[in-house]
């Protein structure tokens, strides 16, 4: 029988006066890998900083460590990784990422572990990152490099926050066989999943939902219909006036590269005023490359021959002038996101595409920021700052953000990372309704083809910088 390693007796914690887990009781023996699974808001990530040390909590927490005097060799990998300059400042912005020159502002990969040879290294394959800057890490290099830098620490327990988050259905299967062997190796490894998606390495599951965990339902996730949304008040939002163009987008014979680095080669594409594409192609294809030419993010935009509303790039528009008609969220741009604005201000910021809320709003602003709020359950937490709210509440502000304006042409890169299901079927049934209501033209990218509004009828897909058929 395995030894004993983690066992919580009636654990409770608080947040800000409110109790979000009451009567927590688990045990985990050695050897075995947990996933800790529930929608999302349910507690997960403040569980994952409670066993981390990073969270107080009541009741009864105790490790049965391998040797004396290893308590406190805990790693969390969280879900998010925001990194310094090297100017030992957060102050890095989403256009950075696609600008040459910006992107030497931060560390490489290399220069952050401080080592080129090691087990972790090898098994996450981060070799091959070692000379590129954190800044231009796809979304699976990022997450092996931060699993990395924990286990470099020499940890006896890892504990990982929605690690698959983001991650394309190769990288998925990848990671999941990487954290077998993690576990197979000696480390003690958990994870905490938003969902009911239990990934294949998982040995032991547990149910977390409503301040209590059970771990008799994993063989049975619970999946609940998705909640509706109000159609009168999304006929209320509905724009006086549309945007008049035949072409949202134009691309012809577009290459991007880096040094000796191609990212894009020879894209030819064409997206008429109300169509809906799916975006598609496997982690680091040149996905977000190709996006950021049309967000007016990419200085590259300018040396290929590109339609944007049927005008030319380069003829004399403004950065301005361009995102006033998009609505655009990503994963890049959650993480550069003003964490001090509170959720009210974020949703408001997308009426003028700033990243926080810098200009007074008249009568009229104000009651489309509420009836957006509203249409996304958001009032609850409209004082509250973005660093205050859960991770997959902070994606629902930005979302609001991005439709606030009713943009002629909405741009979702993965906008369902950290949604749960019954989120992600609400999104996506409010995002076939505005389509429809709306005739809005609509990028869509996401690695999990659920995921995807019933709307999108056409697909992009690219794999090395190049379309596939």
Known sequence: MSALFLELKDLSLSLDGRILLNGISLQMKRGELWTIYGPSGSGKTILAKALAGKNSYSGIMEFHWALRGSQGRVALVEQQSRFKNLSNTNEFYYQQRFNSYDSQEAETVGEVIG??????????????????????????????????RALLDDPE?????????????????TLSNILENISNSGVQVLLFISGYSIPDCSTHSAL????????????????????????????LLIPEKMVDFKR???????????????????????????????????????KSTLLS????????????DIYLFDWRRGSGESIWDIKKRIGFVSPELHLYFDFSANCYEVVASGLFDTIGLFRHLNNAQEEIVRTWMKLFNLEAYHGDTLSQLSISIQRVALLARALIKNPPLLILDEP??????????????LIDQICESFGTTLVYVSHYPQQVPSCVN????????RIVL
């Open 458 to 465: 056409q697909c992009l897909r690219l794999d090395c910088g």
């Open 293 to 304: 030419l049309v967000t007016a993010d990419n200085p590259q935009a300018y040396a290929n």
């Open 416 to 429: 369902c990372q950290g949604l749960d299901e019954e989120q992600t079927e609400y999104f996506k049934n």
């Open 115 to 148: 080592i080129t040879t090691s087990k972790w290294i090898s098994l996450l394959h981060v070799e091959d990152l070692l000379d590129k800057t954190l800044i231009q890490l796809s979304d699976g290099e990022s997450k092996r490099l931060q699993i990395a």
């Open 248 to 286: 949202a987008i134009q691309m012809n014979k577009v290459n991007v590269r880096y040094g000796d680095k191609i990212i894009l080669h020879d894209i030819d594409w064409i997206v008429l005023k109300g169509e809906r594409w799916n975006l598609s192609g496997p982690n680091g294809a040149g």
């Open 157 to 173: 327990f890892i504990i990982l926050d929605n690690p698959f988050i983001g991650l394309d259905e190769e990288g998925r299967a």
């Open 208 to 235: 977390l939902e409503g301040g209590r965990i059970n771990t008799g339902l994993f063989n049975s996730p619970l999946i609940r219909p998705p909640s509706l949304f109000s159609g009168d008040l999304l006929k």
